[in-house]
């Protein structure tokens, strides 16, 4: 009787586990982050960014796109994996739609959006008006010759990344955001590249940590030798729609002179 009892127990406690997971996979949050820096450019005062990286299969749900949306988004960076194989176009193109509410899309390549069939991925961002960062810059004037840059590279994994054209499209000066899926593209970012903060994802924050200990370090902000460093947990999942001690989630990152 002790046995079945304990049996039962643990069934219920495994059956918990799951759906607790499940549920903290399909969680919609929002982050905060405040981010001042004594070169951030004074004439352009301040810079609200909505990221939100590894979409994979999730839908970008209403109470995302409600609180974010009176926060005054200058920039929705999607950090790559906006889909992976099995997702359908239709639901890129409405997750599209949800994030361009909010304000200017702009894409990094992630590795497994190159699961899909990327020459139509690539015409569809093209057609809804999104900017595609793959190796290239943007620039955003201030007052005077002030800059904020935005740089992105493609995927490092396929060896598509080319930091160096970004730097490139760059031009000199301006304060410099990077965009990578990966944070391996760290061991790439010098000195010499003038680079204040990299934004990343790709690794889920480990997505199961077991006491703790995950594949992957937990997502945050950190202080690289060369820049500042901001990885995200990611909003979806990949292979098992499960979470435990990596919470999904996005960001809105307000970055404005000290």
Request: aromatic share 8%.
């Amino acid at each position: 009787m002790m046995m079945m009892i304990g049996l039962v127990l643990g069934l219920v406690i495994c059956v918990g586990l799951i759906v607790y997971m499940y549920k903290e996979a399909f969680a919609d949050r929002v982050k905060y982050m405040e981010l001042t820096y004594k070169d951030f450019p004074k004439g352009i005062g301040e810079v609200n960014i909505f990221f939100i990286s590894d979409i994979h299969r999730r839908e970008v749900k209403d109470p995302i796109i409600k609180e974010v949306i009176g926060h005054d988004i200058d920039l929705v960076i999607i950090g790559g994996d906006l889909l992976e194989k099995g997702v359908s176009f239709k639901k890129v193109k409405e997750n599209i739609k949800r994030l361009k509410q909010l304000g200017p899309v702009y894409f990094v390549w992630g590795n497994n959006d190159y699961e899909a069939d990327y020459h139509e991925l690539d015409a569809l961002l093209i057609d809804m008006g999104v900017k595609i960062l793959d190796n290239s810059a943007v620039s955003f004037a201030g007052e005077g010759d002030e800059r904020f840059v935005l740089l992105g590279t493609d995927d490092l994994s396929r060896e598509r990344d080319r930091l160096d054209l970004a730097i490139e499209d760059a031009g000199e000066g301006g304060f410099r955001i990077l965009v990578s899926h990966d944070p391996g593209i760290l061991d790439k970012v010098k000195n010499e590249h003038n680079i204040s903060l990299v934004l990343c994802g790709h690794t889920h924050g480990g997505q199961i940590r077991i006491f703790g200990i995950g594949p992957y370090e937990l997502g945050g902000f950190s202080k690289n030798i060369c820049t500042d460093v901001f990885i995200s947990n990611g909003y979806g999942t990949t292979a098992l729609p499960l979470r435990l001690g990596a919470e999904s989630e996005t960001h809105i990152i307000n970055i404005k002179s000290a």
